[in-house]
C-alpha cells in the first residue's frame, strides 16, 4: 500500500472519529472534538506505529496488538482521550504506557514536551525507533514502572495512562499540577471507565467518569 493510499484512510479515519463523536454527543457534553487533535490525527502516519503485518488495518476504528500482550488503541479513543487533555503548547506531559509511540507523537505534536514511561523494554525500544523515526525531538521516554509517575520530572500539565488500574495510582495524583488534568482507565478487567481527572488551582481533586472502555491492565513489575 502508498502512501497515498494511507492518506485517504487516515481521511476516512478522522471521518470516521467525528461521526462517532456526534453520536456520544449525550454522553460527551459535545458534538466534537478539538480540531486541533482531529488535525494531528490527520498527519500522523499510524500505519508507521503498527506491527508491519497490520499496516493493512491501522486506520480502521479498532485496537491492534502490539505484542507482549498490549495492544494501540482505537483511533476513536486515542482522539477522545488527547481532546480531555485539553493540551496546550506549554503544556508538559507524563505519557504512563508509550506501546509502540503512537499516542506518543500524537501528545508532541500538541504539546512543549512529553514524559513517557514504558514497563516492558523491548516496545520502549521499539517505540524509541519509530519516534525517531517519524522526526520527534520533544519527547523522554524511559523503561519503569508507570504507576509511579517519574517524579524527577514532576510536576506535570497534563497526565495520560493507557493502561487500566484498578485504581487511580496517588503518587500520579500526587505528580499532576494544580489545574491539571489526567486522563485514565480505571476499574476492574470487566468493568473499567474512562476518568477524568482535575486537580483544581487549591488541589482539590475531582474524578468523572467519561465512558465504559475495555484496555490492558496497568502492571508493575511484580506483575506477569
Not at 16 to 35: H, N, P, S, V
Not at 38 to 45: A, F, K, S, Y
Not at 57 to 75: E, F, N, R, W
Not at 143 to 162: E, L, N
Amino acid at each position: 500500500m502508498s502512501d497515498p493510499d494511507f492518506a485517504v484512510l487516515r481521511q476516512h479515519m478522522v471521518a470516521d472519529i467525528a461521526a462517532q463523536t456526534i453520536f456520544l454527543t449525550a454522553r460527551l457534553g459535545k458534538a466534537a472534538l478539538d480540531r486541533r487533535v482531529l488535525d494531528v490525527m490527520g498527519t500522523i502516519p499510524r500505519h508507521e506505529f503498527v506491527r508491519l503485518e497490520l499496516q493493512a488495518l491501522a486506520y480502521a476504528d479498532m485496537p491492534l496488538p502490539s505484542g507482549y500482550g498490549k495492544t494501540i488503541s482505537q483511533p476513536f479513543i486515542v482522539a477522545l482521550m488527547t481532546d480531555l487533555l485539553d493540551l496546550q503548547p506549554t503544556d508538559i506531559v507524563l505519557e504512563v504506557g508509550t506501546g509502540l509511540g503512537y499516542q506518543t507523537a500524537i501528545l508532541a505534536a500538541l504539546a512543549k514536551h512529553v514524559y513517557s514511561v514504558e514497563l516492558i523494554e523491548e516496545l520502549a525500544i521499539d517505540a524509541r525507533q519509530r519516534l525517531a523515526r517519524y522526526g520527534c525531538t520533544n519527547i523522554d521516554l524511559r523503561v519503569g514502572d508507570g504507576r509511579t509517575g517519574w517524579s524527577g520530572r514532576a510536576p506535570f500539565d497534563k497526565i495520560i495512562v493507557t493502561a487500566a488500574p484498578d485504581l487511580v495510582p496517588p503518587a500520579l495524583i500526587r505528580q499532576l499540577k494544580p489545574g491539571g488534568r489526567m486522563v485514565i482507565p480505571a476499574g476492574l478487567p470487566d468493568d473499567q471507565q474512562l476518568m477524568l481527572v482535575k486537580k483544581e488551582p487549591d488541589e482539590t481533586v475531582s474524578i468523572g467518569e467519561i465512558l465504559p472502555v475495555r484496555f490492558s491492565q496497568l502492571e508493575d513489575r511484580g506483575e506477569g
